[in-house]
């Protein structure tokens, strides 16, 4: 079974400033592609970066970019310079077609 | 060009009663997808199309569910005697292949009273 786990509910960020989401995951699986996506109130689930597992760079989407440690399973992801449009729900997962998503980060952007 | 469109957006049904929920993928999208999103949780995966194809309905909760995609376009999602614990947001995805990015609909919230 594969599993997704962000461990951290809710976390707050200065505008300007940097914050590190975390998530851990578990899959027996040799091929699949891992992801953040937003959800801001609308519900409109958006993508925010996605890396394919065999890749060893780290990607990187503008202000967004991951840590991907494989054998650690961690994929966490960085947002520098946060702005107020930052605040959302983030949701890691993976999945090749079947998408797997942990459950969710709250972040809020204080002015 | 349009992205994909759900309806309706908001649904509110008796406790069993029928509802059916509309999926208008992005034109040219070969792979659609179903997800469900209770209060304070992810998506979790429903079904998934190819085309006209129903190639995995693995997440789909009871037979009560059912969904379709006849002219591998739009789908419907159709949950028959509805019960409150389907009440959920109902997410609907595509993408050009099944290894690609996946784009969601603005989901449909159904409500079970």
């Known amino acids: 079974a594969q599993t997704v786990t962000q461990s951290q509910p809710e976390m707050s960020v200065q505008e300007a400033e940097t914050v590190t989401l975390s998530c851990t995951y578990d899959?027996?699986?040799?091929?699949?592609?891992l992801f953040w996506y937003k959800q801001p109130p609308s519900r409109q689930m958006i993508l925010v970066i996605r890396q394919e597992a065999y890749k060893q760079q780290n990607a990187t989407e503008n202000r967004f970019s991951v840590n991907f440690q494989k054998a650690a399973k961690s994929f966490s992801l960085k947002i520098s310079d946060s702005q107020l449009g930052d605040a959302a729900m983030y949701f890691c997962?993976?999945?090749?077609?079947?998408?797997?998503f942990g459950t969710g980060t709250r972040l809020k952007v204080l002015a | 060009g349009a992205g994909v469109s759900q309806s309706p957006r908001y649904k509110v049904a008796k406790r069993g009663q029928d509802v059916a929920l509309r999926c208008d993928p992005i034109?040219?999208?070969?792979?659609l997808f179903w997800y469900q999103q209770a209060l304070g949780q992810g998506p979790e995966f429903l079904t998934y199309f190819q085309n006209e194809a129903q190639l995995d309905k693995s997440g789909l909760p009871s037979d009560r569910f059912f969904a379709e995609r006849p002219e591998g376009s739009v789908s419907t999602l159709k949950i028959q005697r509805t019960q409150q614990e389907d009440s959920a947001v109902y997410l609907c995805a595509s993408s050009l292949g099944v290894g690609d990015e996946q784009y969601f609909g603005p989901g449909t919230r159904l409500t079970v009273t």
């Open positions: 899959t027996s699986e040799s091929d699949y592609y």
């Open positions: 034109s040219g999208h070969v792979s």
């Open positions: 997962g993976l999945g090749t077609y079947k998408y797997i």
